[in-house]
């Protein structure tokens, strides 16, 4: 579905995409006992998030936990209703917590937000200075749950399906009366990356659904790569054979999700 989407809007997945994580790690917090008296109504965001010199606190007073200082990189903040946050609870563990973005001590500002695409989805810091936030699971409980590994699997899914739109004008391009043998190079090159990619999607999707929780950060960190691969490979291919395209620029913004080489360097310690 979220492939869907991004074929036929990169940024409404963009969107999409966090609401959809956010409501399924509430439905694994219920599950694991963790969550009580919360709100998922509204639309969510997730920011989990770090930067240097940005280190969001948490802080409970009398039972009520409350959060202060600057979160950075959360995207729409200023449109949505409620967020996951991560922050600190002392100097070594972080807690992730539900605010509502609607409170008057939570500021979103923004920008700085200088993109060549997904210029409307604005990820910029926010600002907090005693919002009342709702613990989700336990100090440690956010990162090592087997759904954050299925959560970087959709966004691999809405850099695949926003592939498929470049893919069709590589095919229309191959298809025209003035094409060559290097139009359906590029098309061949771009049809054999997302082939493999699917591939790669709907084999950990499988294992997803077969409960195989032991190998799912190695599925997600595989597919991922695969997916990136490909998508790095259609954009270079749409480059060469139609030149500057609409269909990109939030692409290749999204696809810079993707950290690379310091991806790759995890899969290798697990794989």
């Known amino acids: 579905m979220l492939a869907s989407v991004a074929a036929r809007d990169v940024a409404a997945a963009r969107v999409l995409e966090p609401h959809l994580d956010a409501l399924a790690i509430l439905d694994e ?5 963790f969550r009580e008296n919360l709100d998922a109504t509204g639309t969510w965001g997730v920011f989990a998030a770090e930067a240097p010199g940005t280190r969001p606190a948490a802080r409970q007073d009398a039972g009520t936990w409350t959060l202060h200082g600057t979160k950075p990189w ?6 949505l209703d409620r967020a996951l946050v991560t922050a600190w609870i002392d100097e070594e563990r972080r807690q992730l917590f539900a605010i509502d973005l609607r409170d008057p001590s939570v500021t979103a500002r923004t920008g700085p937000w200088h993109a060549r695409g997904l210029d409307r989805v604005v990820s910029a810091p926010i600002d907090v200075d005693g919002a009342v936030a709702t613990p989700v699971g336990d100090a440690g409980w956010y990162l090592p749950r087997p759904g954050f590994a299925r959560g970087g699997a959709g966004v691999a899914a809405c850099w695949w399906g926003g592939a498929l739109p470049l893919r069709a004008a590589l095919c229309e391009a191959a298809r025209s009366d003035r094409a060559d043998q290097l139009a359906r190079v590029h098309l061949g090159r771009a049809d054999v990356a997302l082939w493999a990619a699917r591939a790669a999607l709907v084999e950990a999707a499988t294992a997803f659904d077969a409960g195989v929780s032991a190998s799912e950060d190695l599925h997600t960190a595989r597919s ?7 998508v790095e490979t259609v954009l270079a291919e749409a480059a ?10 939030d692409l290749q913004v999204y696809i810079r999700q993707h950290h690379a080489d310091r991806d790759l360097a995890r899969t290798g310690g697990d794989g």
């Open 240 to 249: 060469h054979a139609l030149g500057p395209s609409p269909l990109v620029a």
């Open 74 to 79: 959360c995207s729409l903040a200023a449109d």
């Open 29 to 33: 917090a219920r599950d694991d006992g």
């Open 224 to 230: 991922r790569a695969v997916v990136a691969d490909a």
